[in-house]
């Protein structure tokens, strides 16, 4: 990974071997999922090493709760993909938190919200874990579109009351593979998706109170990457690369506002 001349970022991936980690010091050694890694950006806390956080920025100061995020939240990017003979997404990965502590890490009632802007095939989640679908704006290349139930939203690790697995749940807002792309420029209505989740979560799942009651630690926006099977236990080859030439937060601005 290295930053360009353009302050953007470069990711070039040539792994011989890339076996899932199973120790017990892994992140997440009992994770079934051919994700190996993701590159990535982020804007807010790092999560279980808050240390390492970039400086926040008076304009979205986090931890914040849902409730008090202003409806205009967006984010905007400009990123390409050489995905050939890899299982892949591109996404927005955040991270809420049912307490506005300032060192989260992952742990029973933790939610991850993943954004997917582009993917491949294989990377799709068992249609056993899909619950509905979304409507969240976005503008594509300039195109604005109304993004009305253009978004698959699957769940796993969610259960009633808030509560999840030990290691926390994912709610995953999936963009249709019509519309979805590995390159150009992208601008996501992060409150709509938000909104989304809500109303998943509570009318689904039995949870009260989501946007006052939930605070939003990080946003960050990358590339997973896996074996081009998709196999869980595969290990490679993997080669792979991904420049993100801009990643930009809007706060107060329409979707069509170039945020970067």
Request: net charge negative; hydrophobic share 35%.
């Amino acid at each position: 990974m290295a930053s360009t001349a353009s302050r953007g970022l470069h990711v070039e991936g040539n792994l011989s071997s890339a076996p899932p980690c199973t120790d017990a010091s892994c992140i997440a050694p009992q994770a079934t999922t051919w994700v190996r890694g993701y590159p990535s950006v982020l804007y807010g806390i790092d999560q279980c090493h808050s240390d390492t956080s970039p400086r926040p920025s008076g304009v979205l100061p986090l931890p914040t709760k849902v409730a008090a995020i202003p409806s205009s939240l967006t984010g905007s990017t400009t990123y390409a993909a050489r995905t050939a003979g890899i299982t892949y997404d591109i996404a927005y990965d955040l991270w809420l938190n049912s307490s506005g502590t300032k060192a989260p890490c992952q742990t029973d009632g933790t939610l991850e919200i993943m954004v997917w802007t582009a993917h491949d095939a294989r990377s799709l989640l068992p249609e056993s874990l899909k619950v509905g679908s979304a409507s969240v704006p976005f503008v594509s290349n300039g195109d604005v579109h109304s993004g009305k139930d253009a978004w698959s939203v699957y769940v796993e690790n969610v259960y009633g009351s808030g509560s999840t697995a030990p290691w926390g749940g994912t709610v995953w807002l999936v963009l249709d593979p019509g519309l979805a792309k590995n390159q150009g420029a992208l601008t996501v209505d992060l409150s709509a998706a938000l909104a989304a989740v809500g109303s998943v979560l509570e009318n689904r799942f039995g949870w009260s109170n989501f946007a006052t009651s939930y605070w939003l630690d990080t946003i960050a926006f990358g590339m997973e990457f896996g074996p081009g099977n998709a196999d869980p236990s595969g290990a490679g080859p993997i080669d792979f690369g991904f420049d993100l030439t801009s990643y930009c937060l809007g706060v107060g601005t329409s979707l069509s506002s170039d945020a970067c």
